[in-house]
């Protein structure tokens, strides 16, 4: 468990995630050790130590501030593993999920929002110079109000200076039912996710894996009770019908 | 273009620093280019047919990733037309290296912050340098308002005369936008948490397509306005944190850059 005297040897530097990349914006230093592992954790610190960071926690908190670094930070580290092709796709290939990653269950709420965002939050993890068109394509609500997101550095912070009040008040209402808002045809879980991540400065779909899942209301209580607990791993499609099953749905 | 070819002024700095590098006549290797917009192409042509070379810098880190300082892109086209000269420099650790690097850079070339990627600014350390000139320019352009504001109150306060700017007839809200710009940052301006507030009806808008609820009851009984980390007061900017900012922005980096980062937002 400690993290001194690093093992520089190849074998050291081979992580296994159990997560997707966007636990690199997932502030829970618990989280990371759960998911990715000492090994991974080591890999990543002996990446970011030239960066001046040197322990668990300022890995995350420098990753949270500044994701969009992080694939230049981890070239170099090799993943195995069922996660490894999102994570060698992002970090080779400058490439993440637009979409969200958090498996909602579907109840009808009856409302329809004329809102556009359809970014998941992990979309941070890329520079955004590298990938403005598909925000200004995918998020324009959200680029209404910031126009340049600042991807390396603090964009929580200043996402959360400049997110629609309105839009924010909506997460009292639960984040299964701010998912199961339309907005042109579609739910809107992406909306969901930058609520609950700018509400807990954590991912949905981690916290769900591992049971932390912060309900807001009472109808946020089906992903509490049926949508938590088991490891889901990078198969999340599987894990969203399994989710949507036990929702009653 | 003529500054940039300036082989000379690169080798002595190197030398000067103490630095470890190889000079190199080619292009640059493959890697991260350290400016966000480069001159295209054509640009180099005029230098080029002097006979001029193309300078780059190429800081490496330890793990054989290239962050590469020049002026233009280099791209096949240019092979035909142009010499090019690459300085390979060890950048370790990484935030040192970068960061005298794009200091060298910015300085002989006159370069502002803003002209590097957001990402090698975070990485050489100069966010936090200079938080400020990593900050998004909207940030910057409502402290700068928060600030006049500020001033014209105390204007007000202090004689109730007009502010030069009312005088000249611009709205003392804004720069001289339109008006549904400015009055879109004005409302969140105020930032999260503010208890929202705006409607009672909850069929405000909120900045969709057309950024309204097109149906349903909204109901907006809770008063605190959000609760999560982004509760509470700091969504709007403290104007005395601001003026204390563009005291320390004077008081680091002198008057002139706080001027030139007025006019830079039309202010």
Redesign the interface.
């Known amino acids: 468990m400690l993290l001194s005297g690093v093992i520089n040897t190849r074998e050291a530097m081979v992580c296994r995630p159990r997560i997707d990349p966007s636990i690199l914006i997932h502030r829970d230093p618990r989280a990371w050790v759960e998911l990715l592992g000492w090994k991974c954790v080591e890999a990543f610190l002996e ?1 970011v ?4 960071v040197r322990d668990l926690q300022s890995l995350v908190d420098y990753s949270f501030g ?1 994701p ?2 992080m694939w ?2 981890l ?2 580290v090799e993943f195995e593993g069922e996660c490894a092709p999102l994570w060698e796709d992002y970090v080779r290939q400058r490439r993440v999920g637009m979409g969200a990653r958090t498996p909602f269950p579907r109840v009808e ?8 965002i359809r970014i998941s939050p992990a979309y941070l993890l890329l ?3 590298d990938v403005k068109r598909n925000w200004q394509r995918n998020a ?2 959200l680029l ?10 603090d964009p929580h912070y ?1 996402i ?14 639960g984040y299964v039912w701010v998912a199961n ?1 339309k ?1 042109r045809g579609r739910r809107n879980h992406a909306l969901a996710e930058w609520l609950y991540w ?4 954590r991912m949905p779909h981690i916290d769900i894996m591992l049971g932390r899942f912060e309900p807001r209301s009472s109808i946020d209580m089906i992903v509490a009770k049926d949508c938590g607990g088991a490891s889901a791993g990078c198969r999340q499609n599987k894990r969203r019908l399994k989710c949507l099953h036990f929702a009653g749905v | 273009m003529r500054e940039a070819t300036n082989v000379e002024a690169v080798r002595r700095w190197l030398a000067e620093r103490g630095a470890v590098w190889t000079e190199r006549w080619g292009p640059p290797p493959q890697g991260i280019y350290a400016l966000r917009d480069m001159h295209p192409p054509s640009h180099a042509e005029d230098a080029c047919r002097q006979g001029l070379p193309l300078v780059y810098i190429a800081a490496v880190d330890r793990n054989g990733l290239y962050y590469i300082f020049g002026d233009v892109a280099w791209t096949p086209q240019l092979e035909k037309i142009c010499k090019a000269v690459t300085f390979v420099v060890e950048a370790e650790p990484l935030r040192d290296g970068l960061n005298a690097i794009v200091k060298f850079v910015a300085r002989t070339r006159h370069l502002p912050w803003v002209s590097f990627r957001p990402e090698v600014l975070r990485l050489a350390g100069i966010c936090d340098e200079v938080r400020i000139e990593c900050e998004p320019r909207e940030v910057w352009k409502k402290m700068v308002e928060a600030a006049k504001s500020k001033i014209k109150n105390k204007t007000e306060a202090a004689g109730g005369g007009r502010t030069a700017e009312e005088a000249g007839g611009r709205s003392p809200e804004g720069p001289g936008e339109d008006g549904a710009k400015t009055a879109n940052r004005l409302d969140y301006v105020g930032g999260v948490g503010d208890g929202g507030g705006k409607s009672t009806n909850g069929f405000d808008h909120v900045g969709g397509a057309s950024g309204r609820i097109l149906h349903a009851e909204v109901r907006r009984d809770h008063g605190d306005g959000g609760g999560g980390p982004g509760g509470g007061a700091w969504g709007g900017l403290d104007q005395a944190a601001v003026a204390a900012v563009l005291r320390a922005v004077e008081r680091c980096l002198g008057r002139e850059v706080v001027e030139r980062l007025a006019a830079c937002l039309y202010v």
Request: glycine share 6%.
């Open positions: 990446r130590r030239e960066v001046g500044a969009s670094t230049i930070l070239a170099g709420v009856g409302v329809e929002l004329d809102v556009d520079p955004f110079n324009p609500t209404k109000y910031i126009p340049e997101i600042p991807t390396a550095v200043y959360s200076m400049a997110f629609p009040p309105q839009l924010r008040d909506l997460a009292e209402r808002i907005s700018l509400n807990t400065r």
